[in-house]
């Protein structure tokens, strides 16, 4: 995916960005194949391969919520910085939290922060069972077996909050004995799947409500 074809793809998603948004993303890829070198952040480096995979993956999350109306959001086991790195440069008017257990990419969250120039976002070397706090959205991409993703995640999703699971294949793993246990304390609300543009791989988005 060129960034020509992520713009087009992310009008399907509606949201148009300005030249300081497309910026910040191209500096946050350079800033990521830069820490990269020195330590494992991402196996997937090639740009075209980052737009699709890391940067139109982190916004599919406006799929299932309106990101304009979000005043907080946590990213648990957030790893280089997605969604929330991303989320933030598109949404800014978001405050974020990014979770990570491993304080290497925690300094490098925060280094990218400071060179993006970003504002009301925060990188915190904790695991996410360990924290405290009430968002209005808290993410996951790539992190753990939903069902023990939920411990880590949903005591800090506020009352009207959600929690939302960025995930690829998952029949697997929410099986419907899997789905029965999740909805005994929490309430699945949505399963949004679909496919990302021009390679095809599949996605899922899980959203969860506490009860």
Sequence with gaps: MNKEEFEKELKNLSITLSAEQKELLDHFYHIMLEWNS??????????????LKHFYDSL???KVVDLTKVKTLCDVGTGAG???IVLKIVFPNIKITLIDSLQKRVNYLNEVIKELGLKEIEAIHIRGEEYKGQFDVVTSRAVANIEKLVGYTMHLVSKNGVFIAMKGNIEEELTENVKQ??????????????HLPIENSKRNLVVIKNK
């Design 38 to 51: 020195k330590m494992n952040l991402t196996r997937i480096t090639e740009e075209k391969e980052v737009y």
């Design 60 to 62: 599919t999350v406006s």
């Design 82 to 84: 997605f969604p929330g």
């Design 181 to 194: 246990k999740l909805n005994k304390k929490y309430s699945i609300v949505q399963i949004e799947s679909f």
